[in-house]
């Protein structure tokens, strides 16, 4: 079962051109982790009911699978997400001709729950922003590097990938190679067009550069900044702003499509600008958009918060 599972590793990688991430979720979904309470693997489940090879599992024995991450307290989102590996998993296997049929293809998802992603407000995004020193190298880096990830949405590994020749300020475009290698190209404004700028003549050149090629951000040593560094990076401006609240990289990206869609863009812009390949994974900011709406109104018109006169009469009556 190890062989094979390595074979399909392989295959993922090799002729899918499936990116890292999604490889490393795949590998994690049917494996599972080590830790007690990491143990959910597909695999996992297989040796608790004492399942030794492929072929011994049908329809049923998945049901049970996916009704036993339930009992273990996984939401529906990640169950379906791990019935997506199964599915992919058992459909490399009739590929191969290891199996003849794929016991997971006539399983249908449960709907997913639905989370408005968090966002910040226009006003805390103005703090991070102002918050690093432009009179030292890494703090024009890091301005540049806040503002471009408001001002693009683009993905935290898009951002750590990012080369110089990337960027055109003749146009203040960038060209990405976001997931499955899909190449597409991202606006910025031009305040980050002149962070990145500033960065690029000031502070690019004081950082050493010799491991880093032509990285557009690198770190004190001179390497690629990494995604966990562009979230150290973040967490200590989201602190000398005062925000009090833990806030990741993606919550930028869920800022930029909220905020792009409060000032009136067009869903389907903000689909492209995001490289969302399905458009129901971009309407979710239309939810989150609305929400904000409404307490804006709740807490803005005169007439719509409680009134102390109303709140007396309530308090009389009660």
Not at 3 to 30: C, G, H, M, P, W
Not at 261 to 285: C, F, K, P
Request: no cysteine; aromatic share 8%.
């Amino acid at each position: 079962m190890q062989q094979i599972f390595d074979r399909y590793i392989d295959y993922l990688t090799a002729e899918k051109n499936a990116s890292r991430y999604t490889v490393r979720n795949y590998a994690t979904d049917l494996l599972g982790g080590t830790t007690e309470k990491g143990q959910k693997g597909f695999f996992q489940f297989l040796r608790l009911k004492n399942v030794d090879t492929l072929d011994q599992v049908d329809r049923q024995v998945i049901r049970d699978y996916l009704g036993w991450l339930m009992e273990q307290g996984v939401v529906r989102n990640s169950i379906n997400r791990r019935l997506s590996a199964i599915k992919s998993f058992f459909k490399y296997l009739v590929r191969e001709e290891i199996l003849p049929s794929n016991p997971a293809e006539m399983i249908i998802s449960s709907k997913r729950d639905q989370y408005l992603p968090s966002i910040l407000s226009v006003e805390e995004v103005v703090r991070l922003l102002e918050a690093p020193d432009l009179s030292k190298a890494e703090g024009l880096r890091d301005r540049a590097l806040l503002e471009l990830l408001y001002a693009s949405g683009l993905r935290v590994s898009e951002v750590a990938n990012l080369d110089r020749e990337q960027v055109d300020f003749a146009t203040n475009e960038i060209q990405v190679q976001g997931k499955g290698s899909k190449v597409r190209m991202v606006l910025i404004g031009k305040p980050a067009a002149r962070a990145l700028t500033a960065y690029l003549d000031y502070g690019r050149p004081e950082l050493p550069g010799e491991k880093s090629g032509n990285a557009l951000f690198v770190s004190r040593q001179g390497e690629r900044l990494t995604e966990r560094m562009v979230q150290k990076i973040l967490e200590k401006y989201t602190r000398a702003a005062g925000i009090g609240r833990r806030v990741h990289p993606h919550i930028l990206r869920h800022t930029f499509a909220t905020h792009m869609l409060d000032g009136g863009a067009d869903l389907r812009v903000v689909q492209e600008l995001l490289g969302h390949a399905d458009l129901s994974s971009t309407q979710i900011y239309t939810q989150v958009s609305k929400s904000q709406a409404r307490k804006v109104y709740l807490s803005a018109h005169p007439l719509a918060k409680p009134q102390k006169e109303d709140e007396q009469v309530e308090q009389q009556i009660n």
